[in-house]
């Protein structure tokens, strides 16, 4: 978990360099909710891309880790009943597992395939050979006869720097904050992504290419 309010002192001494300009508390919150959720999906695009390369386990193996390491902070488990999976903040669906003696992992397979198999009791789905497909929300066939389970992965919760208006000034409002959800190393690379969106915002070429050099610098350090 990263303090948003050690990211917004940070983003502001950037900013008030030179009195070059101010992020107020209403812009900083709308450029820490995109600069945590670009951070994040980024995630599953670079182990994506690490997981498919030839020969990569030994090369890219602490990386992977690494990355699988932040995902697992939002990695949770939800009951489907009636298709319907009891949790709502469902991101990325994973595994699909019923329980009923011992464990079975449903396979999946396209709403299609499911159709074209349940018209054969050769290729019907099975207590053995247990299947699933999604359509829109809902999860269909469940052939072991008991509730379905599932891993998911969820969204972080939006983050908030919370604030009162003393004497015309926001003061930080530490009971209401909502912090970042990523990972404490995540904290540089937030602050100069959002320096980056001030930057645009304000107009500022300075502060946005200065956020970009440092953005791209700290990623490449991460990647090395």
């Not at 090369?59 to 939002?74: A, C, M, S, T, W």
């Not at 004497?167 to 959800?181: I, R, Y």
Request: proline share 4%.
């Amino acid at each position: 978990m990263v303090n948003i309010d050690t990211v917004y002192q940070k983003v502001l001494a950037f900013a008030n360099k030179e009195q070059r300009g101010y992020v107020t508390p209403q812009e900083f919150n709308l450029f820490a909710d995109q600069a945590q959720k670009e951070i994040f999906e980024q995630y599953f695009y670079d182990l994506d891309k690490l997981t498919k390369m030839a020969g990569s386990t030994d090369e890219y193996g602490d990386v992977i880790d690494i990355l699988r390491e932040k995902i697992l902070i939002f990695e949770s488990t939800s009951t489907i009943a009636a298709g319907v999976i009891s949790n709502n903040d469902v991101y990325r669906l994973g595994t699909v597992f019923s329980y009923g003696g011992v464990p079975k992992i449903l396979e999946e397979v396209t709403y299609h395939d499911l159709v074209e198999m349940r018209q054969s009791p050769l290729t019907r789905p099975t207590l053995t050979r247990p299947v699933y497909a999604r359509r829109g929300d809902f999860i269909i066939d469940n052939p072991v006869g008991t509730a379905a389970h599932c891993t998911y992965t969820r969204q972080p919760s939006k983050p908030n720097w919370s604030y009162v208006v003393v004497d015309g000034k926001a003061m930080h409002d530490p009971f209401e904050k909502v912090n970042f959800e990523l990972h404490p190393s995540e904290e540089n690379e937030l602050t100069y992504k959002i320096l980056k969106f001030a930057g645009l915002s304000m107009k500022k070429d300075d502060i946005a290419k200065g956020g970009q050099g440092l953005e791209t610098l700290q990623v490449q350090q991460e990647k090395q």
